[in-house]
């Protein structure tokens, strides 16, 4: 079975641009987690949908990011504009029910110039 | 709100010796308790869980936790080091079974000596 699938693995791009980075859930999972993981502040939850519908954006640091969910099989993190700070590496996770078990995507590393 | 404190940014042991992993959380409610592991470059990958029950738990590659309420501790042990245990591990808690996703600790790099 496929797991959670994440796109890109690795982008460069200059502080001012947009980012987009792309998840694809498990099948037949219905809660969509986004983490950010840094050296300083660790793992941190920015954002999480059940069915599709945004649950928790508190974690969301900016207007700058957004997030979007259109269907069950595909997710979105986009910011815009983008700083150095916003360098990391971000992990989408599904789940569900309510067994807790999360199942992690390999990650997309951004690096900001 | 919950939180989890690993004590440790970096444990090492040799290769063959016990490893003892510390987490202490906190939670306002009976709460579910994780552990993962992360591989260089990889995602989180779950070790073992706690959720209700036996307070034991036994996981993947030999590794094992004990809730201790009282405590509020959810330690994670090996009897015996092996060199692929080498990795960066992770307790997290969660207070609505896990549905509104999971808070982690900083984690701990685990060193394994040959």
């Known amino acids: 079975d496929a797991g959670v699938i994440q796109s890109p693995r690795h982008e460069v791009t200059e502080m001012g641009q947009e980012v987009t980075l792309r998840c694809k859930p498990i099948s037949g999972h219905n809660s969509l987690f986004w983490y950010r993981q840094t050296m300083m502040r660790g793992l941190e939850l920015l954002i999480y949908?059940?069915?599709?519908?945004?649950?928790?954006d508190s974690g969301m640091p900016e207007d700058r990011f957004s997030a979007k969910m259109p269907n069950a099989s595909f997710s979105t993190l986009k910011i815009q504009p983008s700083e150095p700070r916003d360098s990391a590496v971000y992990f989408c996770?599904?789940?569900?029910?309510?067994?807790?078990?999360?199942?992690f995507g390999e990650g997309s590393r951004l690096t900001v110039l | 709100a919950q939180s989890v404190t690993q004590l440790g940014s970096h444990v090492s042991v040799s290769e063959g010796a016990l490893v003892l992993l510390r987490c202490n959380y906190s939670s306002s409610v009976p709460p579910y308790l994780f552990w993962y592991v992360q591989y260089p470059n990889q995602g989180l990958q779950l070790l073992l869980k706690y959720t209700t029950g036996a307070t034991l738990v036994k996981g993947i590659n030999g590794f094992e936790a004990e809730f201790k309420k009282s405590e509020t501790s959810f330690h994670l042990t090996k009897p015996s080091a092996h060199m692929s245990d080498a990795a960066e591990y992770f307790c997290?808690?969660?207070?609505?079974?896990?549905?509104?996703?999971?808070?982690f600790g900083k984690g701990t790099h685990l060193i394994i000596q040959p």
């Open positions: 997290a808690v969660s207070e609505g079974g896990g549905a509104d996703g999971l808070t």
């Open positions: 996770a599904s789940s569900v029910g309510v067994t807790g078990e999360l199942f």
């Open positions: 949908f059940n069915n599709n519908v945004p649950i928790d």
